[in-house]
């Protein structure tokens, strides 16, 4: 069976940080949106915390509680007006308290489940008991749509910092010799994390391969690769693992076969297609978490909405080089920016041009048509680019998906890295929302998942 994941924004993940500290057991229903992949995953998308309120505990001490109907009653109204799923949670209290679900859960679980179907119009029913183990939330829970019931298998918290969290009884996997000094660096935990994730890599040329290169050897099994265009000669001296027998292939296929051929075990999903039209965007909602390799402006319009809507974090990556006259190079520029709910989109940092993006759509017969009126930019042409330069970018990216999952760097950790490697000189900074605009947490935007049109933007 495909897997389900619950995934959780930065306010309500540390407020279940929270609740999981108290003595007394607590409950709340948490609303969520579903997502489900074309692969029959489901990503539960959590929207809204709604906690029972104190006059509704019946009984409530260290090791039970019993609510009345208002305790839930209103939350399920509420899912049905948001089109969420219902999910009911409880919190086991004490530092490494089992979360496993005891008989009593269980059977509050089955008269629950019809209940709160039938009352949020929801196809689904979701149980979670919550605890933590030091620092770490712990937690066990199901899904229920009347028929068959699967477990929630992951439990996923994207902010500044990323965490992937297992039920109980679900420990590190034994690994081998090969991931040897990764676990010695940052724990078997880590080195888990990075195999579980699904990582979509949108471009796959000098900066997405290097990207996809590094990741397979430091563990990444799940791939889902983006892009439309063929190699050409001049791409073998960036893209890794090509040569000039495969000029004329997508270049997704190339660094797939590459990728497999580094881990046999590794699957990696080939999308030979544009990420701007919408079926294609559609599926990037799979992911755990994305590269954005891609040098079109109109494909960072769909990325940068991503976080918001998805709760995917986004990793950008950006490589200028720039000539004089003479073809001499005087600057080499790098640019990575992670993106993740609470933080600022690639539009309201300005990373995006946003007349180039609306060119960029345009068909060539159009965009001609509009250059020559003067009502469109001109596009550029073939730009520059070397190895050590794309591959630098691309260290940089990774790095940040690592310092995420280990939590390494500063607090509040930087959204954004510059490389002027023409200077030898590294900045970062940190970009918080616009006010009032769709990555802002006051939008309510955030989680919102599957809507029409897609990403509420225009195809």
């Given at each position: 069976?495909s897997?389900t994941?619950?995934?959780?924004?930065p306010?309500?993940?540390?407020?279940?940080?929270?609740?999981?500290?108290?003595?007394?057991?607590?409950?709340?229903?948490?609303?969520a949106?579903?997502v489900?992949?074309?692969?029959?995953?489901?990503?539960?998308?959590?929207?809204?915390l709604?906690?029972?309120?104190?006059?509704?505990?019946?009984?409530?001490s260290?090791?039970s509680?019993?609510i009345?109907?208002?305790g839930?009653?209103?939350?399920?109204?509420?899912?049905?007006?948001?089109g969420?799923v219902?999910?009911?949670?409880?919190?086991h209290?004490?530092?490494g308290?089992?979360?496993?679900?005891?008989r009593?859960d269980?059977?509050?679980?089955?008269?629950?489940?019809d209940?709160?179907?039938?009352?949020?119009?929801?196809?689904?029913y979701?149980?979670?008991?919550?605890?933590?183990?030091?620092?770490?939330?712990?937690?066990?829970?199901?899904l229920?749509?009347?028929?068959?019931?699967?477990?929630?298998?992951?439990?996923?918290?994207?902010?500044?910092?990323?965490?992937?969290?297992?039920?109980?009884?679900h420990?590190?996997?034994?690994?081998?010799?090969?991931f040897?000094?990764?676990?010695?660096?940052?724990?078997?935990?880590?080195?888990?994390?990075?195999?579980?994730?699904?990582?979509a890599?949108?471009?796959?040329?000098?900066?997405?391969?290097?990207?996809?290169?590094?990741?397979?050897?430091?563990?990444?099994?799940?791939?889902?690769?983006?892009?439309?265009?063929?190699?050409?000669l001049?791409?073998?001296?960036?893209v890794?693992?090509?040569?000039?027998?495969?000029?004329?292939q997508n270049?997704a296929?190339?660094?797939?076969?590459?990728?497999?051929?580094?881990?046999?075990d590794?699957?990696?999903?080939?999308?030979?297609?544009?990420?701007?039209?919408?079926?294609?965007a559609?599926?990037l909602?799979?992911?755990?978490?994305?590269?954005?390799?891609?040098?079109?402006?109109?494909?960072?319009?769909?990325?940068?909405?991503?976080?918001t809507?998805?709760l995917?974090?986004?990793?950008?990556?950006?490589?200028?080089?720039?000539?004089?006259?003479?073809?001499?190079?005087?600057?080499?520029?790098?640019?990575?920016?992670t993106l993740?709910?609470?933080?600022?989109?690639?539009?309201?940092?300005?990373r995006?041009?946003?007349?180039?993006?609306?060119?960029?759509?345009?068909?060539?017969?159009?965009?001609?048509?509009?250059?020559?009126?003067?009502?469109a930019p001109?596009?550029?042409?073939?730009?520059?680019?070397v190895?050590?330069?794309t591959?630098?970018v691309?260290?940089a990216?990774v790095?940040?998906?690592?310092?995420?999952?280990?939590?390494?760097?500063?607090?509040?950790?930087?959204?954004?890295?510059?490389?002027?490697?023409?200077e030898?000189?590294?900045?970062?900074?940190?970009?918080?929302?616009k006010?009032?605009?769709?990555?802002?947490?006051?939008?309510?935007?955030?989680?919102?998942?599957?809507?029409?049109p897609?990403?509420?933007?225009?195809?």
């Amino acid at each position: 069976m495909s897997r389900t994941s619950l995934v959780l924004p930065p306010l309500i993940a540390e407020r279940l940080q929270t609740l999981a500290r108290l003595d007394l057991e607590s409950g709340a229903v948490l609303l969520a949106r579903p997502v489900v992949g074309g692969d029959g995953a489901i990503r539960l998308l959590a929207r809204e915390l709604i906690e029972v309120p104190d006059a509704a505990y019946q009984r409530r001490s260290s090791m039970s509680l019993s609510i009345t109907s208002n305790g839930y009653v209103p939350a399920l109204a509420r899912a049905e007006a948001t089109g969420a799923v219902p999910i009911w949670l409880h919190t086991h209290p004490g530092d490494g308290s089992s979360t496993k679900m005891s008989r009593h859960d269980r059977r509050v679980n089955d008269q629950l489940t019809d209940l709160f179907r039938l009352r949020a119009n929801s196809e689904f029913y979701g149980a979670v008991v919550i605890s933590h183990a030091g620092p770490a939330l712990t937690f066990s829970g199901l899904l229920d749509d009347g028929a068959t019931t699967r477990p929630i298998d992951r439990l996923v918290v994207v902010s500044d910092r990323i965490s992937v969290s297992w039920p109980d009884g679900h420990g590190h996997d034994r690994e081998s010799e090969l991931f040897d000094r990764n676990i010695r660096a940052f724990g078997g935990g880590v080195q888990k994390a990075i195999g579980d994730l699904r990582i979509a890599i949108v471009g796959t040329g000098g900066t997405g391969s290097a990207v996809a290169e590094q990741l397979v050897r430091l563990g990444a099994r799940r791939f889902d690769l983006y892009d439309p265009d063929t190699l050409s000669l001049s791409n073998v001296t960036r893209v890794y693992g090509s040569d000039p027998s495969q000029v004329g292939q997508n270049k997704a296929d190339v660094v797939a076969d590459h990728l497999q051929t580094i881990a046999p075990d590794a699957v990696a999903n080939r999308v030979p297609e544009l990420i701007t039209s919408e079926h294609v965007a559609r599926q990037l909602a799979d992911a755990d978490v994305v590269f954005g390799c891609t040098d079109d402006n109109a494909g960072r319009l769909v990325l940068s909405r991503l976080p918001t809507y998805f709760l995917v974090p986004v990793i950008d990556c950006g490589v200028v080089l720039t000539s004089d006259s003479t073809n001499r190079l005087v600057g080499i520029d790098g640019r990575v920016t992670t993106l993740h709910p609470g933080s600022a989109c690639l539009v309201c940092r300005g990373r995006i041009d946003l007349r180039r993006a609306a060119a960029e759509r345009m068909s060539a017969e159009e965009h001609a048509r509009l250059v020559g009126e003067g009502y469109a930019p001109a596009l550029d042409g073939v730009e520059p680019a070397v190895v050590a330069y794309t591959t630098a970018v691309a260290a940089a990216a990774v790095a940040e998906l690592l310092e995420r999952l280990i939590g390494y760097g500063p607090d509040p950790v930087p959204n954004e890295v510059i490389l002027r490697l023409h200077e030898r000189e590294i900045s970062t900074n940190r970009a918080v929302p616009k006010a009032g605009h769709y990555c802002d947490d006051m939008a309510g935007k955030l989680g919102l998942g599957i809507t029409e049109p897609l990403l509420e933007t225009t195809w």
